[in-house]
């Protein structure tokens, strides 16, 4: 499988989107009387987690960590738990930065890797989270993405809910990775594409939501940690995957077409649909699985009320984000400029 390079991919606009989403604004998400404290205490996580991402350059974009996907990385972070620790949001964004990398590797993006490549690729995320092995920063784009992660699980076991969180952190992995491998297929042709259904189920998977926020809930999850946590949030990670998932898809149908890529605005385009009418179906479906998601957090108990607070930022900061813009060309001075627009 072959991909456009890095720059022209990120290139590929979505005059669609833009013209059915005008108006949007990338911090609909985030009330509007805390946009300044989640600006800045974004900005303040980005030197942190620079620190930890720069000897990895195939993670940022571009190649440049000032025109990167760092500062939407610590922003989402920021946006999703506004009252964390700096080095908290740095991690946070940090992993997602680095679950950027992982979505290149799966869509040829950074390189072109036979079956067999992907596989080893994935089967090593899971063992460097053990511990069974570690990564050489030297083998090429995948090297690099799996010693960031090295780097980033050294500091993941340093918090108190990393040893009980962290089997099920693999298990998540895992569970993206044999996702991320029929969407392979799909997209290689060697297995039909799927329904709307059968798609959604899948992409919930890709978007790896549940990754981080089964990483999150050792960070910034209750005290002492317990899996029961997880049990308790996961229909709500699954309602909120999917509204991004399809948030996603709406912003980015049109790159995916030229990697030939099931999404469900090409999948409704093949029953029949205009890429409009599509769109607007999507858009009232996230409606229906918001509602749903919502309700899903209202359900959790007392001592996940943080934890249900952070769910509902992500998705509607998230959410709204892809309304508004692509996350892959948000540089870290735009950020600093928003900063200053929101403090001056």
């Not at 940022?60 to 500062?71: I, K, V």
């Not at 690729?121 to 090429?140: C, M, N, Q, V």
């Amino acid at each position: 499988m072959s991909g456009p390079s890095p720059e022209a991919y990120f290139g590929i606009r979505n005059d669609l989107a833009d013209r059915l989403l005008k108006g949007s604004h990338q911090l609909a998400g985030v009330p509007s009387q805390d946009r300044g404290a989640v600006l800045r205490a974004a900005l303040d996580a980005v030197p942190e987690a620079a620190a930890l991402l720069r000897p990895y350059p195939v993670l940022f974009a571009d190649g440049e960590s000032s025109a990167s996907r760092l500062a939407f990385s610590c922003l989402s972070a920021a946006a999703t738990f506004p009252r964390a620790r700096r080095d908290q949001i740095a991690d946070l964004g940090a992993l997602t930065a680095i679950l950027f990398g992982v979505d290149d590797i799966a869509d040829s993006i950074a390189g072109e890797w036979s079956e067999h490549g992907f596989e080893a690729f994935f089967a090593e995320l899971p063992a460097i989270l053990s511990g069974a092995t570690d990564a050489d920063p030297s083998d090429g784009p995948a090297g690099q993405i799996l010693a960031a992660w090295t780097a980033w699980c050294a500091r993941f076991h340093g918090y108190a809910g990393a040893p009980v969180h962290a089997p099920n952190l693999a298990r998540q992995l895992e569970s993206a990775s044999g996702a991320m491998a029929r969407e392979r297929a799909w997209t290689a042709g060697r297995q039909a594409w799927p329904s709307y259904d059968d798609y959604l189920a899948n992409g919930m998977l890709t978007i790896l939501y549940h990754t981080w926020w089964s990483a999150a809930l050792a960070i910034c999850g209750p005290v002492p940690a317990g899996m029961a946590h997880w049990t308790s949030i996961e229909q709500a990670t699954h309602l909120g995957a999917s509204c991004l998932r399809l948030a996603n898809d709406i912003r980015t149908f049109e790159r995916e077409k030229v990697e030939g890529k099931p999404n469900s605005v090409s999948i409704l385009q093949r029953a029949g649909m205009s890429a409009e009418a599509a769109v607007l179906r999507i858009s009232a479906h996230i409606d229906e699985l918001e509602a749903a998601f919502q309700t899903e957090l209202g359900k959790l108990p007392a001592e996940l009320t943080g934890i249900a607070v952070g769910h509902r930022n992500s998705v509607a900061f998230n959410g709204r984000w892809y309304m508004a813009r692509d996350t892959h060309a948000y540089t870290v001075r735009e950020l600093a400029d928003d900063v200053d627009g929101h403090e001056g």
